[in-house]
């Protein structure tokens, strides 16, 4: 009798997830000046091609602690409006004391689940964006459906994803290692992840299929700025909650193996002091 393979559990994942975000939102949000200086040009040009300008209502899915949101609002400026939403409260409470912090009034906060935003009451929206957040929905039809749904008619998407792995080492390295030293399967057919919207002709087709026209893709470098191969560690053990979950089968001493692993690859990318993470990033926009 033929053993029966592993499904891919979307509710588990999904509660997963946010499970991880809530436990790692303090982190996330204390590492809020690299994540401005790491992905502040991609969020610019994603902003620039879904013409999100002074009077803007913009809706931000996936906004973890809100450094996107806030480029929106200053974009926006006080005559618009910027809702941001998150499956974690613990990371949209960040979010929420940002904007307060940086006197944004124009800035809202509901938590919701990315792929249920028929569930929120609002007016519809000049732009919706999502930052690193559509890669790890398990129905990313039905989410881009749902961002659709809350566009006003010419209103566009925008959306920032990692390229392929092997445009990404700074993260696809700890994975692989990772995968290797925990022995875990490839991942199931139709399971999310971080570089699950890397092919640009996939994004394309996910914009498409959800009722979007006239997409554009453009590539950004991004490569990740710190110090040392050790801070690069010390960022991705604090903040990639996935990290830690792929690590759970391990004892003590084989995921400290395995950090020491990953710090000594990632130190080829150390040069004259400083470290450079090459990172890719896919910028998308589409409209209703």
């Given at each position: 009798?033929?053993?029966?393979?592993?499904?891919?559990?979307?509710?588990?994942?999904?509660?997963?997830?946010?499970?991880?975000?809530?436990?790692?939102?303090?982190?996330?949000?204390?590492?809020?000046?690299?994540?401005?200086?790491?992905?502040?040009?991609?969020?610019?040009?994603?902003?620039?091609?879904?013409?999100?300008?002074?009077?803007?209502?913009?809706?931000?899915?996936?906004?973890?602690?809100?450094?996107?949101?806030?480029?929106?609002?200053?974009?926006?400026?006080?005559?618009?409006?910027?809702?941001?939403?998150?499956?974690?409260?613990?990371?949209?409470?960040?979010?929420?004391?940002?904007?307060?912090?940086?006197?944004?009034?124009?800035?809202?906060?509901?938590?919701?689940?990315?792929?249920?935003?028929?569930?929120?009451?609002?007016?519809?929206?000049?732009?919706?964006?999502?930052?690193?957040?559509?890669?790890?929905?398990?129905?990313?039809?039905k989410a881009l459906?749902?961002?659709?749904?809350?566009?006003?008619?010419?209103?566009?998407?925008?959306?920032?994803?990692?390229?392929?792995?092997?445009?990404?080492?700074?993260?696809?390295?700890?994975?692989?290692?990772?995968?290797?030293?925990?022995?875990?399967?490839?991942?199931?057919?139709?399971?999310?992840?971080?570089?699950?919207?890397?092919?640009?002709?996939?994004?394309?087709?996910r914009l498409i299929?959800?009722?979007?026209?006239?997409?554009?893709?453009?590539?950004?470098?991004?490569?990740?700025?710190?110090?040392?191969?050790?801070?690069?560690?010390?960022?991705?053990?604090?903040?990639?909650?996935?990290?830690?979950?792929?690590?759970?089968?391990?004892?003590?001493?084989?995921?400290?193996?395995?950090?020491?692993?990953?710090?000594?690859?990632?130190?080829?990318?150390?040069?004259?002091?400083?470290?450079?993470?090459?990172?890719?990033?896919?910028?998308?926009?589409?409209?209703?």
């Amino acid at each position: 009798m033929d053993q029966q393979q592993p499904t891919f559990d979307p509710v588990k994942f999904k509660e997963t997830t946010r499970k991880q975000w809530d436990s790692a939102a303090e982190a996330w949000n204390r590492w809020g000046p690299l994540l401005s200086r790491w992905l502040g040009p991609a969020t610019e040009l994603m902003l620039d091609m879904t013409d999100v300008k002074r009077g803007s209502r913009v809706l931000d899915v996936a906004a973890g602690a809100g450094e996107q949101t806030l480029t929106a609002a200053r974009r926006v400026g006080p005559e618009g409006y910027v809702l941001a939403t998150d499956i974690s409260a613990g990371i949209l409470d960040f979010a929420a004391s940002n904007a307060k912090l940086a006197g944004h009034g124009n800035i809202d906060t509901i938590v919701a689940d990315g792929e249920m935003l028929g569930a929120i009451s609002a007016a519809p929206f000049d732009a919706v964006i999502s930052r690193v957040g559509l890669i790890y929905f398990p129905d990313q039809n039905k989410a881009l459906g749902g961002m659709r749904d809350h566009l006003k008619p010419g209103g566009r998407v925008g959306a920032i994803v990692y390229s392929t792995a092997d445009k990404n080492p700074f993260f696809s390295i700890p994975v692989g290692i990772i995968r290797r030293r925990a022995a875990l399967p490839a991942p199931l057919p139709g399971q999310p992840g971080p570089f699950s919207l890397g092919d640009p002709t996939v994004l394309a087709k996910r914009l498409i299929d959800a009722g979007f026209r006239n997409v554009r893709i453009e590539r950004i470098d991004a490569p990740v700025r710190l110090h040392s191969a050790l801070e690069c560690l010390q960022f991705e053990q604090e903040s990639f909650g996935a990290l830690h979950q792929m690590l759970a089968g391990l004892s003590a001493r084989e995921q400290d193996d395995a950090w020491a692993e990953i710090e000594e690859a990632l130190g080829q990318f150390e040069r004259d002091g400083q470290f450079a993470g090459p990172c890719e990033m896919l910028v998308a926009a589409a409209t209703r």
